[in-house]
């Protein structure tokens, strides 16, 4: 792989960055109408990232984290991790286990690994929606530009949201607005994983490393090259280019409305 195409993309002012999102949130906010901003904590690093931007928008009603485990498959360490952010930032949270949630559903459901995963993330949206809903909040996505553009979330689950404060920054750009904003570090460098199932690991699933999918995206989407110049540009394998293409094109239902006659 190419490390030059990788420091390209890293260097950026991250200053500017996090004005310009905290920007984007208090106006949001006031033109909405809305009390304030919600959103799902899991205690990696998407989540954990927004938090930290929320604690410092001036003049919000209201920041409410939801932490959502299933406590049959969520590491307790990361609910642990979300625990302490909120201590450490103090903004308002509420911890609801929907294990029980999760099983009742699945009572009734054929069942498939996959699906079910899935509605983990489909329960947390209902309930964040509920919440935001109650107390007049817009919903905040945590999904990065990595992850939105290679199609990576649930749809109608954790892709649901009225903002998306952190897609313009792919994960290796997050890390580094992380670490600007006071993220701590275990969290900064933990694998990323949705937690979906036991031993869900992001990269391990997609099969290529964040700093390789990084380089990829952004030759084909911001400097705009071919598949061909993008294999030679960034120095990594023509087949998890085009896994990484190919993921993009399939799953471009999930960024768009839906079709209508």
């Not at 329960?123 to 935001?132: D, G, L, Q, T, V």
Request: hydrophobic share 35%; net charge neutral.
């Amino acid at each position: 792989m190419n490390s030059e195409i990788l420091q390209e993309v890293l260097r950026q002012d991250y200053t500017n960055i996090q004005e310009n999102i905290l920007s984007f949130l208090k106006n949001k906010v006031s033109e909405k109408k809305s009390d304030g901003v919600i959103f799902g904590l899991s205690g990696g690093i998407d989540s954990a990232t927004v938090a930290y931007l929320c604690k410092k928008i001036d003049d919000v009603k209201e920041v409410l984290a939801l932490v959502m485990p299933d406590s049959a498959i969520s590491p307790s360490s990361e609910t642990g991790d979300a625990l302490k952010i909120i201590g450490e930032i103090g903004i308002n949270y509420k911890l609801i286990d929907i294990n029980t949630i999760h099983k009742r559903y699945s009572n009734y459901l054929e069942p498939d690994d996959l699906a079910l995963g899935n509605l983990r993330a489909r329960i947390r949206s209902n309930i964040i929606y509920y919440y935001a809903n109650l107390k007049n909040l817009l919903v905040l996505g945590t999904s990065d530009k990595s992850e939105y553009l290679i199609g990576y979330f649930t749809k109608f689950g954790d892709g649901s949201a009225d903002l998306l404060p952190i897609v313009s920054l792919y994960k290796t750009q997050l890390r580094e607005l992380a670490k600007a904003i006071g993220v701590p570090n275990n969290i900064v460098t933990k694998k990323s994983s949705p937690n979906l199932w036991k031993g869900h690991d992001a990269e391990k699933e997609i099969g290529i490393s964040y700093e390789e999918i990084d380089s990829i995206l952004y030759c084909l989407f911001d400097k705009k090259l071919s598949l061909d110049e993008t294999i030679q540009k960034t120095e990594i394998s023509k087949k998890s280019v085009e896994k990484i293409y190919q993921m993009y094109q399939n799953t471009e239902h999930k960024r768009i409305l839906p079709e209508r006659v």
